[in-house]
């Protein structure tokens, strides 16, 4: 059997009525099925725990994600080969915590709230392969290192260090989080993984067989990056967001690497070392997009390659062969120069020589 435990925050207010009906509904849906449990609400959030055989609360919870009256569904653990239920003889005890006047349910509802609180916000500086694994009921921490293959993205904003001294702190924050933004819901909706975060520079990795998609997450940022520019005000920092990206492919060392003080679920290896000198080499070429030959031998959509040249990178022992994609939004890229000329010319008053 398996058991779920997880977290949710209402959408909107919900009246005692509105939970009892959630409440008789469950109980009715997972008798069916021999789902057990309880669910507990308090304020603006759910707390519950769903107990059955492993597909049958597969399916409930499938249903209940979809459920639009909360959001946020947060796995706080999932346990596998259960062997006895905590809940037997309820098929959903629903139980409205912020209704009881009792101390001790009282003291047990600001718990509860204080959990959710706090894990909300573990949540968001928690890479998303840990919480994936989480969801799956496997400890991150016992995961073991592995070598695999996987293509890995590089990219961070030209000219950012000579750019950020030149504009009021608050703006240089604002304009990194919109251009992190920006790439990490491309790389997530094509099926990649935020790796890191390094300053204004993202790093992460696509399974294997997605090279077009990955190419797709970078055109795609690229666009959009290009609308911020032109919506931006005369002399605003984000008038001169321009990004570069490296791609590469290879085996990788996967896996928790870190201190007794932070651990991190990360990528090291010749090839992330590969992808970082790919991403400098867009100012070099003058193209935005730069790839190895193992990006491009993967590749299975017809993209127009174009050969950049041959390089000896930083790092690598041999010379190779590196690609670009013909593609206006490529061309799109300034060097850090010029975009420091375009800083300092106009009324934009900037201390740029
Ligand atoms: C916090 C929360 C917990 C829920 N728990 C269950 C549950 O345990 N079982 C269930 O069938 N539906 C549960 N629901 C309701 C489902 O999301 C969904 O509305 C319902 O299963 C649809 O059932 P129906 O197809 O029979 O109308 C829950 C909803 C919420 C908001």
Redesign the pocket.
């Known amino acids: 059997m398996k058991r779920i435990m997880y977290i949710?925050t209402t959408t909107s207010k919900l009246s005692d009525a509105e939970v009892e009906e959630?409440g008789r509904?469950?109980t009715f849906?997972?008798a069916k099925v021999g789902?057990t449990?309880i669910?507990l609400s308090a304020h603006e959030f759910?707390f519950?725990i769903?107990e059955g055989r492993e597909e049958d609360v597969d399916q409930?919870l499938e249903?209940?994600r979809?459920?639009i009256?909360?959001e946020g569904v947060l796995i706080l653990k999932a346990e596998h080969d259960v062997k006895q239920r905590l809940f037997g003889n309820w098929s959903?005890k629903t139980v409205r915590l912020d209704g009881i006047s009792d101390v001790l349910i009282q003291a047990i509802r600001i718990m509860l709230e204080n959990i959710t609180e706090s894990h909300r916000i573990i949540e968001r500086y928690t890479q998303p392969a840990v919480l994936q694994f989480m969801t799956e009921g496997i400890n991150p921490l016992t995961v073991p290192v592995m070598k695999r293959e996987q293509i890995i993205l590089f990219s961070d904003i030209v000219a950012f260090s000579h750019l950020s001294g030149l504009f009021p702190v608050e703006e240089v924050a604002a304009l990194v989080n919109l251009f992190l933004d920006t790439c990490s819901r491309k790389i997530v909706a094509h099926g990649g993984q935020v790796t890191k975060y390094v300053g204004d520079c993202v790093v992460a990795h696509f399974p294997p067989d997605k090279s077009d998609q990955a190419l797709h997450a970078c055109l795609e940022t690229l666009r959009e990056i290009k609308v911020l520019r032109q919506s931006a005000g005369e002399c605003r920092l984000q008038r001169f967001l321009y990004c570069g990206f490296g791609l590469s492919k290879g085996p990788v060392i996967e896996g928790n690497i870190g201190s007794s003080i932070k651990m991190d679920y990360t990528v090291l290896g010749d090839i992330v070392n590969l992808a970082a000198r790919l991403e400098s080499l867009t100012r070099e070429i003058g193209k935005a997009i730069a790839i190895s030959e193992s990006v491009r031998d993967a590749c299975c959509e017809a993209w127009e390659f174009v050969r950049a040249g041959e390089f000896q990178l930083k790092g690598q022992s041999t010379s190779q062969p590196i690609y670009t994609i013909t593609d206006p939004l490529v061309d799109d890229i300034k060097t850090y120069q010029a975009i420091l000329l375009e800083a300092g010319q106009g009324n934009c008053d900037l201390p740029v020589k």
């Open positions: 949710s959630i509904k469950s849906n997972n789902v449990g669910l759910f519950q769903l409930v249903r209940i979809r459920d009256r909360h959903m």
